[in-house]
């Protein structure tokens, strides 16, 4: 088997390593001063997968120096009880950054848990004010994911202005903010979806191909232009050759001799999303020492 040119791989993981320094060095300087960041995370219910990525995110922030809160609700737990607690952690101002993980039980209404988080301690970047922030190229908290791809693609390509970037896929948690981020990166963006026509004619023209719809493999080496840049959010598992495999939903191997970057999948965006959220947790605080500066400034025109 041929050596994979290390030049072609995106390696997240070192760059999370990168992003997690700078974090911990910054948490630093903030004790020294005596003020630790906190962050609370909120699990309702047993979802196998939710408590991993929640242990996940703890022993991060332990890492870096940031206090974690983990709060735990049972799967019955009522929609009123979680509210009750999230208003117990947006009144706590050792609490900077507040995550409640998804998905929740289906008698949870999503959308309104996520309105009940202080805007300014949401480090999944959620809340409708954040959205609306970043649409409109404001300084918010943004979510995790399209965040840390950001600084991949950076790193892997440098100056981003006139490239064309393709979105595959239009998720409120990657796809709408990811494409919103490219376009404050002067990218011209193309967001596709299952409804769009000719799918692989408009990602041919992509010189990024952000794909993030959660199909295993959709995208080969016929969808690619050759030199592409690609950035694989897909994390698929997969029965293959008797053994459990996680993939993305790009065909790895395929696409490989035609692009000239590619994310791996595990290994590539993933330790990117926690990274980014330890760098939330940071500028939360930030934002929330900047909103008390200006209330306690005084108004010297008439108010």
């Given amino acids: 088997m041929?050596?994979?040119?290390?030049?072609?791989?995106?390696?997240?993981?070192?760059?999370?390593?990168?992003?997690?320094?700078?974090?911990?060095?910054?948490?630093?300087?903030?004790?020294?001063?005596?003020?630790?960041?906190?962050?609370?995370?909120?699990?309702?219910?047993?979802?196998?997968?939710?408590?991993?990525?929640?242990?996940?995110?703890?022993?991060?922030?332990?890492?870096?120096?940031?206090?974690?809160?983990?709060?735990?609700?049972?799967?019955?737990?009522?929609?009123a009880q979680l509210l009750e607690l999230i208003e117990q952690l947006n009144r706590d101002p050792d609490v900077h950054g507040i995550l409640v993980q998804l998905p929740l039980p289906a008698h949870i209404d999503e959308h309104q848990v996520v309105q009940a988080i202080d805007p300014l301690k949401d480090v999944d970047g959620f809340h409708s004010h954040n959205v609306g922030g970043l649409a409109q190229g404001r300084s918010v908290l943004t979510p995790c994911t399209p965040s840390g791809c950001m600084r991949l693609l950076r790193d892997a390509c440098g100056e981003l202005r006139g490239k064309h970037a393709v979105v595959v896929g239009r998720s409120n948690?990657?796809?709408?903010?990811?494409?919103?981020?490219?376009?404050?990166?002067?990218?011209?963006?193309?967001?596709v979806h299952s409804r769009s026509r000719d799918l692989q004619a408009l990602c041919r023209q992509a010189d990024i191909v952000v794909a993030a719809v959660g199909k295993p493999r959709l995208i080969d080496a016929d969808w690619l232009k050759p030199g592409a840049v690609v950035i694989d959010v897909g994390i698929n598992r997969i029965e293959e050759d008797g053994r459990s495999r996680l993939v993305g939903d790009v065909d790895f191997a395929a696409a490989l001799p035609r692009v000239s970057a590619i994310t791996p999948v595990p290994g590539g965006v993933g330790p990117m999303t926690i990274a980014y959220l330890m760098k939330n947790t940071l500028l939360a605080l930030d934002l929330q020492r900047q909103a008390a500066q200006q209330e306690r400034t005084p108004c010297l025109s008439p108010c």
Wanted: contains cysteine; positive net charge.
């Fill in 173 to 191: 948690i990657v796809g709408k903010p990811m494409a919103a981020l490219l376009l404050q990166a002067d990218c011209t963006v193309t967001v």
């Fill in 2 to 79: 041929n050596a994979i040119p290390s030049v072609k791989l995106i390696d997240g993981k070192a760059t999370a390593a990168r992003v997690l320094a700078d974090v911990r060095t910054h948490v630093a300087r903030l004790r020294e001063s005596g003020l630790q960041p906190g962050l609370a995370v909120v699990l309702v219910g047993t979802d196998a997968a939710s408590q991993v990525y929640v242990r996940n995110k703890v022993l991060r922030a332990g890492e870096v120096g940031i206090r974690s809160l983990e709060q735990r609700l049972p799967s019955d737990a009522s929609q």
